[in-house]
């Protein structure tokens, strides 16, 4: 299993979409407080849709709180200042991918305490960074594709007929 971990999330949409992602990929979610929502919020469910009771999560009071649960957890940290890109990192089962607030990122005293786990995603330009749901689907999905899709439903199947008579 992999684990996304959200440190004080902001905004309530794109954690419920985040939440869905995780549902999908078969992750676990971790939520560290502050939150600037409440996590039965209507915008949390309907951005997570029907999915919400099926996602495994877990709230935090604070960073140490986190820690202190998690103590022998490999962390990696995506933040725009990090040197190494998410591609590069070979994700192991059990790893968890800390992704921080919307408005400002991981806390730098973190970072600098974990430099040589942090990632980052390319962008060009001066572009501050990526949607945060957007940016936990890649990276996600990139440990996902290391580790084979293990788990996951990788062949689809049309059932409409003609797909089936190659009409087209």
């Known amino acids: 299993m992999l684990h996304i971990v959200l440190l004080e ?7 419920g979409n985040i939440g869905r992602t995780c ?24 951005a997570g849709l029907d999915y919400w009771d099926k996602l495994d999560y877990r709230i935090y009071d604070s960073y ?27 994700y192991e089962d059990g790893c968890y991918i800390m992704f921080g607030k919307e408005s400002a990122g991981i806390p730098e005293e973190i970072l600098v305490e974990n ?5 980052r995603i390319p962008m060009e330009g001066d572009i501050r960074s990526l949607n945060l749901g957007n940016s ?20 689809g199947h049309l059932h409409h007929s003609r797909w089936k008579d190659g009409t087209v």
């Open 136 to 155: 936990v689907a890649v990276v996600l999905y990139e440990a996902l594709r290391q580790r084979g899709f293990e788990n996951l439903n990788t062949v």
């Open 115 to 119: 430099e040589e786990n942090t990632i």
């Open 9 to 15: 999330p902001e905004i309530p949409a794109n954690t």
């Open 64 to 90: 140490p709180d986190f820690m202190e649960k998690n103590p022998d957890a490999k962390i990696y940290m995506a933040t725009t200042k990090a040197r190494q890109i998410y591609s590069d990192v070979s």
């Open 23 to 46: 549902v999908a990929a078969g992750a676990r979610l971790h939520l560290i407080e502050p939150m600037g929502f409440q996590i039965n919020e209507k915008q949390v469910k309907r």
